[in-house]
């Protein structure tokens, strides 16, 4: 964990988070916090980092979520040296599916 993110702003922030049950709540939440280039920006990202899991190449990941590819190295990045945030959240989705 970084810890110059480890603040009470962000606790209490990610204990928001926590409180929200389904879909639309999380909509609701996300719209008010964000702006909506946050918000692609941030959905982008975990997308770029769902291709990556599943072995897509830089350009196929560029051309279908438009990011560049600087911000695809990031998030590879993020996935071989970060915390395993996306591993984690991956396995629960792939559970879910099945």
């Given at each position: 964990?970084?810890?110059?993110?480890?603040?009470?702003a962000v606790d209490f922030l990610f204990e928001a988070i926590l409180q929200l049950k389904?879909?639309?709540?999380?909509?609701?939440?996300?719209?008010?916090?964000?702006?909506?280039?946050?918000?692609?920006?941030?959905?982008?990202?975990?997308?770029?980092?769902?291709?990556?899991?599943?072995?897509?190449?830089?350009?196929?990941?560029?051309?279908?979520?438009?990011?560049?590819?600087?911000?695809?190295?990031?998030?590879?990045?993020?996935?071989?040296?970060?915390?395993?945030?996306?591993?984690?959240?991956?396995?629960?989705?792939?559970?879910?599916?099945?």
């Open positions: 964990m970084n810890k110059k993110i480890k603040t009470e389904d879909k639309t709540e999380c909509y609701d939440f996300f719209e008010d916090l964000c702006t909506v280039n946050e918000l692609l920006s941030l959905s982008q990202r975990f997308e770029v980092a769902y291709m990556l899991k599943d072995h897509k190449t830089y350009l196929e990941i560029a051309e279908r979520t438009g990011a560049s590819t600087a911000t695809i190295s990031r998030v590879n990045r993020s996935l071989n040296y970060g915390n395993d945030g996306y591993d984690l959240v991956f396995s629960r989705i792939c559970k879910k599916e099945e």
